[in-house]
C-alpha cells in the first residue's frame, strides 16, 4: 500500500524511527549503569503490534491493572512489572507466582501478600514523598502532592518495611515514579536522590531502583535519554553500585510519541460570517483527546490537481474535526494557501495518550498502519459498526444478542 492509499483518518506508526528510540534508550543505559531493565508503560499505548515490538526489544511488560497485566500474558510477555493502585488480586497473586516484580502501592496489598503466603516474591515499594519542594513547580500533582505509594514524611514508608519484616518478605525494590509537568532532568536527580536517602536511612538491601517513565524522547531542545541517564547515574551511584542493583526504567511516551503520526484529509470548506471552516475527516480527539494542547505539531500536503503557489491566500482558516462539539478546533492557519477538499492534513508525534484514550464517540476507532521503507502494512483495521456490535456481543450483551438471534431465525 503506497501512502496516497491510506484509508483516512488513520494513524501511522514509523518503525524505523520507533527503532531509533529503542536503540538511543538502550545505549544510554548500557553507557551508564551496567545492569538495567526497561519496562514499556503499556497505558501509553497498548496497540498490540507496538507491545509486540516492545517484548522483541527484550523490555518488560510495566502494567497497571488486571486487563493490562492479562494482555500482557495473552501477548507472551514473560517478564511484567505491575504497578499501580488498583492491581485486580487475582493477577496480583498470578503476579506474586509467576515472579513478576510487584511493586506495592497500598496497604490492602500488603493485607493480600500476607494472606497469600508467599514469601519468595519480587515485590517493591512505590514511595510517596515531596518532590514538588526539590523540584518547585516542576510535579504533576504540584504541592497537592502525589497520590501513589507509602507515604516517606507520614511514616507509612516505614510501616510498610517493618511488615514486611514480620512477614519474612525481603524488599526487593523501591518504585519512584513521580509525574512532571516539565520531564527536566532535574526530576530525575531528585529521585535519585530519594533513593539514595532512603537505602541509607533504612539500610535498605536492595536489587533494584525503579525510576519509572516521564522522559523526553525525540523532540529538539529537549532532555535526550543519555542526559537523563547520565544524571542519573550521577547521583544513583553515590549510594548504589551498578554492578549489583539494577535500574529500572518506564518510559511510555518517550518511545512511542515520536513515530506516530495522524493523517487527516479536508472533507469541506465553507465561510461564515466569521470564519473560513475547513473541516477534516480526523478530529481533535484522536490527537488531544484531553483537550490540553494549545499546539500541534503538523504539515500539510496540497493536492497535487492545484499546487500550492496557484492557490489564493486566505486570511484566516480554522481546521476543525469531525465530531459535532463546537470545540473540536485544532488550529488556524494564517495568510496561507486556501485549503481544498482533498488536501491532506498531518499531525506528528502523537503516539502517546491518543490512541489509548480515543473515546467509541461518533466514529469508532481510526485505522492504524505501519510503515517501513516506505510500505505501508495494516496494524489495526478500522472499527466500523461492525467492529463495535462484535466487541459489544463479548461479555454482558452475549445474553440479548444471542435472543436476537433466536428472534430473527424465528421470523425466518
Ligand atoms: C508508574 C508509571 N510508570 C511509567 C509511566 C509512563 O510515563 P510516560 O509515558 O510519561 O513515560 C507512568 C505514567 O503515568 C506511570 O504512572
Same mark, same amino acid.
Given at each position: 500500500?503506497?501512502?496516497?492509499?491510506?484509508?483516512?483518518?488513520?494513524?501511522?506508526?514509523?518503525?524505523?524511527?520507533?527503532?531509533?528510540?529503542?536503540?538511543?534508550l538502550?545505549?544510554a543505559l548500557a553507557d551508564n549503569w551496567k545492569r538495567s531493565i526497561v519496562g514499556?508503560?503499556?497505558?501509553?499505548?497498548?496497540?498490540?503490534?507496538?507491545?509486540?515490538?516492545?517484548?522483541?526489544?527484550?523490555?518488560?511488560?510495566?502494567?497497571?491493572?488486571?486487563?493490562?497485566?492479562?494482555?500482557?500474558?495473552?501477548?507472551?510477555?514473560?517478564?511484567?512489572?505491575?504497578?499501580?493502585?488498583?492491581?485486580?488480586?487475582?493477577?496480583?497473586? %498470578?503476579?506474586?507466582?509467576?515472579?513478576?516484580i510487584?511493586n506495592?502501592?497500598?496497604? %490492602?496489598?500488603?493485607?493480600?501478600?500476607?494472606?497469600?503466603?508467599? %514469601?519468595?516474591?519480587?515485590?517493591g515499594l512505590r514511595v510517596?514523598f515531596?518532590l514538588?519542594?526539590v523540584c518547585? +513547580?516542576?510535579?504533576?500533582?504540584?504541592?497537592?502532592?502525589? %497520590?501513589?505509594?507509602? =507515604?516517606y514524611?507520614? +511514616?507509612?514508608?516505614?510501616?510498610?518495611?517493618?511488615?514486611?519484616?514480620?512477614? +519474612?518478605? @525481603?524488599l526487593s525494590g523501591i518504585h519512584l515514579h513521580v509525574?512532571s509537568?516539565?520531564?527536566s532532568v532535574a526530576i530525575y536527580r531528585g529521585l535519585a536522590q530519594m533513593a539514595c536517602r532512603l537505602k541509607k536511612e533504612y539500610d535498605l538491601e536492595l536489587a533494584y531502583v525503579d525510576l519509572g517513565g516521564g522522559y523526553?524522547?525525540?523532540?529538539?531542545?529537549?532532555p535526550?535519554f543519555p542526559d537523563y541517564m547520565k544524571a542519573i547515574r550521577e547521583e544513583l551511584s553515590t549510594a548504589f553500585s551498578p554492578e549489583k542493583v539494577t535500574l529500572i526504567v518506564e518510559p511510555?511516551?518517550?518511545?512511542?510519541?515520536?513515530?506516530?503520526?495522524?493523517?487527516?484529509?479536508?472533507?469541506?470548506?465553507?465561510?461564515?460570517?466569521?470564519?473560513?471552516?475547513?473541516?477534516?475527516? +480526523? =478530529?481533535?480527539?484522536?490527537?488531544?483527546?484531553?483537550?490540553?494542547? =494549545?499546539?500541534?505539531?503538523?504539515?500539510?500536503?496540497?493536492?497535487?490537481?492545484?499546487?500550492?503557489?496557484?492557490?489564493?491566500?486566505?486570511?484566516?482558516?480554522?481546521?476543525?474535526?469531525?465530531?459535532?462539539?463546537?470545540?473540536?478546533?485544532?488550529?488556524?492557519?494564517?495568510?496561507?494557501?486556501?485549503?481544498?477538499?482533498?488536501?491532506?492534513?498531518?499531525?506528528?508525534?502523537?503516539?502517546?495518550?491518543?490512541?489509548?484514550?480515543?473515546?467509541?464517540?461518533?466514529?469508532?476507532?481510526? @485505522?492504524?498502519?505501519?510503515?517501513?521503507?516506505?510500505?505501508?502494512?495494516?496494524?489495526?483495521?478500522?472499527?466500523?459498526?461492525?467492529?463495535?456490535?462484535?466487541?459489544?456481543?463479548?461479555?454482558?450483551?452475549?445474553?440479548?444478542?444471542?435472543?436476537?438471534?433466536?428472534?430473527?431465525?424465528?421470523?425466518?
Open positions: 500500500m503506497k501512502w496516497e492509499d491510506l484509508q483516512t483518518p488513520c494513524y501511522i506508526i514509523h518503525k524505523k524511527e520507533l527503532e531509533r528510540g529503542i536503540a538511543l538502550k545505549q514499556y508503560s503499556f497505558k501509553t499505548n497498548a496497540l498490540p503490534w507496538a507491545l509486540l515490538e516492545m517484548k522483541k526489544a527484550g523490555f518488560y511488560a510495566e502494567v497497571v491493572s488486571e486487563d493490562e497485566y492479562e494482555l500482557a500474558e495473552r501477548l507472551g510477555f514473560s517478564h511484567i512489572i505491575y504497578n499501580g493502585p488498583i492491581k485486580g488480586r487475582a493477577s496480583f497473586l %498470578r503476579a506474586l507466582q509467576s515472579g513478576a510487584v506495592l502501592d497500598a496497604e %490492602r496489598e500488603l493485607d493480600w501478600l500476607e494472606e497469600s503466603g508467599l %514469601r519468595d516474591v519480587t515485590v510517596n515531596d514538588e519542594t518547585p +513547580g516542576e510535579t504533576s500533582a504540584g504541592t497537592e502532592g502525589s %497520590r501513589f505509594g507509602f =507515604s514524611e507520614k +511514616g507509612a514508608f516505614a510501616r510498610a518495611l517493618t511488615r514486611l519484616d514480620q512477614m +519474612g518478605v @525481603p509525574g509537568k516539565t520531564r523526553f524522547g525525540g523532540m529538539d531542545n529537549k535526550k511510555g511516551t518517550s518511545l512511542i510519541t515520536p513515530p506516530v503520526e495522524y493523517v487527516t484529509e479536508v472533507a469541506d470548506c465553507k465561510e461564515t460570517y466569521a470564519n473560513n471552516i475547513v473541516t477534516i475527516d +480526523g =478530529s481533535r480527539i484522536d490527537v488531544d483527546p484531553l483537550h490540553r494542547k =494549545s499546539s500541534y505539531f503538523h504539515s500539510i500536503v496540497y493536492g497535487h490537481d492545484t499546487p500550492e503557489d496557484a492557490r489564493r491566500k486566505a486570511k484566516k482558516q480554522v481546521i476543525c474535526g469531525l465530531t459535532c462539539m463546537e470545540d473540536d478546533r485544532l488550529f488556524t492557519l494564517e495568510n496561507a494557501p486556501e485549503l481544498m477538499p482533498g488536501d491532506r492534513i498531518v499531525f506528528h508525534k502523537v503516539g502517546g495518550y491518543t490512541m489509548c484514550l480515543t473515546p467509541l464517540f461518533i466514529r469508532y476507532f481510526p @485505522p492504524v498502519y505501519a510503515e517501513e521503507d516506505g510500505v505501508y502494512t495494516c496494524a489495526r483495521g478500522h472499527w466500523g459498526a461492525r467492529e463495535y456490535t462484535m466487541g459489544s456481543m463479548i461479555g454482558g450483551d452475549a445474553v440479548y444478542w444471542e435472543e436476537q438471534k433466536k428472534k430473527e431465525h424465528a421470523q425466518k
